[in-house]
């Protein structure tokens, strides 16, 4: 069963570091301010999802810069070998602990040249990377390695400009990209195709309310998870909305649009639900309401409804489901 069938995800965990241009010119000298971030959307089934970071690396031009991570002050213990034993070099991150705006510096400053450049993070097999949830059903919370199939994580290419900003944040969709093998105690797969890199100059996020009528019930009248479903672009048919269904390669073979992000609503009895959705590139967007289980390794028959059009500025965006 996919525990995250029920849950959303956008790990950014926000790490920032700075990357100081160099220039022979001491006029153009100026410093180039990169951050990487890292945010997460809040998720069941799941107390602790640790990510132990052995390496990021910034490629220009066929030259690799290493970039050092932040000292791993609180998660000493957290990335542990085959034999239990600490990594210590791996910098863990409990994603859980980065929701919504939160940030947590993951790299020191360095210093390089403006240019174009490719990310690279490696979480090799065995980095002590896991999550913690009640696989059984027991009640009781195990832990479950993670592991991420090619061992590491690219990115697209982007521009550090001489005297600019370069923000960004990497934005995980554990509902596009987690894979959970039916088999108990074995690894979670960690799947690129729900990681992102966002330029968050410019970059939305969304927030809204849902009204109680609106939210999903059983036949009983109690309270069943209610998803918000983004997709890019205007779009007023449902039947068109696509489900989450990725194969191995983490490529989308869904039927209808791919969706950018979803996330589960918070609720309470008797009163409106509310839900975010961050790091959203700006321009034209769909939301929906959907009460239907969508698995990623699977097609899903999904029912959409109460389409809403947005077109996301940079900054804060409002957008509630009323009726």
Excluded at 6 to 30: E, G, V
Excluded at 238 to 258: F, K, T, V
Excluded at 282 to 293: E, I, V
Excluded at 305 to 311: D, E, G, P, V, W
Aim: hydrophobic share 35%; net charge negative; charged share 25%.
């Amino acid at each position: 069963m996919n525990k995250f069938n029920k849950s959303a995800l956008a790990l950014i965990i926000s790490s920032s570091f700075f990357l100081i241009a160099c220039d022979d010119d001491s006029s153009n000298n100026d410093p180039v301010a990169f951050n990487l971030s890292v945010s997460d959307a809040p998720v069941d089934n799941a107390s602790k999802v640790v990510v132990c970071f052995s390496e990021i690396t910034l490629k220009n031009e066929g030259v690799e810069t290493v970039l050092p991570l932040k000292p791993n002050d609180v998660g000493l213990d957290e990335c542990l070998d085959q034999d239990e034993m600490p990594i210590t070099e791996n910098l863990a991150i409990n994603l859980l602990d980065a929701q919504g705006s939160t940030s947590i510096e993951i790299s020191e400053t360095i210093d390089i040249e403006p240019g174009e450049y490719q990310m690279r993070v490696a979480v090799p097999d065995y980095s002590g990377s896991y999550v913690m949830t009640d696989e059984d059903g027991d009640g009781i919370d195990e832990k479950v390695l993670i592991e991420v199939p090619s061992q590491e994580l690219k990115f697209s290419k982007f521009t550090v400009t001489q005297g600019g900003d370069a923000n960004f944040t990497l934005e995980f969709d554990l509902r596009k990209s987690m894979n959970i093998p039916n088999k108990e105690g074995a690894a979670w797969h960690l799947k690129p195709n729900g990681v992102r890199l966002i330029d968050n100059n410019e970059a939305g996020h969304i927030a809204g309310t849902v009204a109680e009528s609106l939210l999903c019930k059983d036949e009983g009248g109690i309270l069943t998870p209610t998803f918000v479903y983004l997709y890019t672009g205007s779009e007023s048919d449902a039947a068109l909305l696509g489900d989450m269904h990725y194969n191995e390669q983490g490529l989308y073979i869904g039927e209808g649009i791919e969706p950018l992000a979803s996330t589960q609503v918070k609720t309470e009895v008797q009163s409106d639900g509310s839900y975010e959705i961050g790091f959203v590139a700006a321009g034209d967007h769909t939301l929906a309401l959907t009460c239907s289980d969508d698995i990623p390794d699977a097609p899903n028959d999904m029912v959409f409804t109460n389409l809403q059009l947005l077109s996301v500025e940079k900054g804060n965006n409002e957008l509630s489901f009323t009726k």
